[in-house]
């Protein structure tokens, strides 16, 4: 179904049947080949589509096969925040969230942990991880803005927001990702108590 509760129709479901082999394609050639080794040309033959094809679908290129566009980031960042159990305060929320995501997800299946070493160890798409996350910027303040009755314009807030979003880029390429996320979230608390 989609948004509105409806069955998607046969151009959407043909879209996302696109979308999936592009990028179930792309999984698989990066982690038997490496990122730098792929061009989009030998994923588009993979997938069976013309590489124009991949552009539509995916128009942040290689980084997007393997992350997204962000969206989906996005919604699930904030879903964090407004769904937190009553009584749980935002920055735990966030940790808690953090935890089931990429190098901090400690019960992720071998892909998984193999497209995360993938994305830690590449620069690019280490890169274009961090763009994704801390596009989220507006968005979380915003959000934490209408849950503590703060101004969104708030410097200490978005500060706040920011130092989050940074958090993945940071932590995750400790050599103990769980530790040094929790680390950064204790520094976190200590500066924006009640939070």
């Known amino acids: 179904m989609d948004r509105t509760g409806q069955e998607p129709g046969r151009r959407e479901r043909k879209?996302?049947?696109?979308?999936?082999?592009?990028?179930d394609a792309a999984r698989r050639l990066f982690l038997e080949?490496?990122?730098?080794?792929?061009?989009?040309?030998?994923?588009?033959?993979?997938a069976d589509t013309a590489?124009?094809?991949l552009f539509v679908h995916f128009p942040g290129g290689k980084e997007a096969l393997v992350l997204g566009d962000g969206d989906e980031r996005e919604r699930l960042l904030t879903r964090a925040v407004l769904d937190r159990a009553e009584g749980v305060p935002i920055l735990r929320a966030l940790e808690d969230f953090f935890a089931t995501r990429g190098p901090f997800a400690t019960d992720a299946d071998a892909e998984?942990?193999?497209?995360?070493?993938?994305?830690?160890?590449?620069?690019?798409?280490?890169?274009?991880?961090r763009t994704l996350?801390?596009?989220?910027?507006?968005?979380?303040?915003?959000?934490?803005a209408e849950q503590t009755g703060r101004d969104s314009?708030?410097?200490?807030?978005?500060?706040?927001?920011r130092y989050v979003l940074e958090i993945p880029d940071i932590a995750?390429?400790?050599a103990e990702p769980r530790v040094a996320l929790d680390t950064a979230f204790t520094h976190l608390?200590?500066?924006w108590p009640g939070f």
């Open 133 to 144: 996350w801390t596009s989220c910027e507006t968005a979380l303040v915003r959000v934490i």
């Open 51 to 53: 590489v124009s094809t």
């Open 15 to 23: 879209k996302a049947a696109t979308r999936r082999a592009l990028a």
């Open 112 to 129: 998984y942990r193999g497209l995360t070493a993938l994305v830690v160890s590449t620069p690019a798409l280490r890169a274009y991880a």
């Open 189 to 191: 608390r200590r500066g």
């Open 172 to 174: 995750g390429v400790e």
């Open 153 to 161: 314009e708030d410097m200490s807030l978005r500060l706040l927001v």
């Open 33 to 46: 080949r490496g990122f730098d080794q792929v061009t989009v040309a030998e994923i588009a033959d993979a």
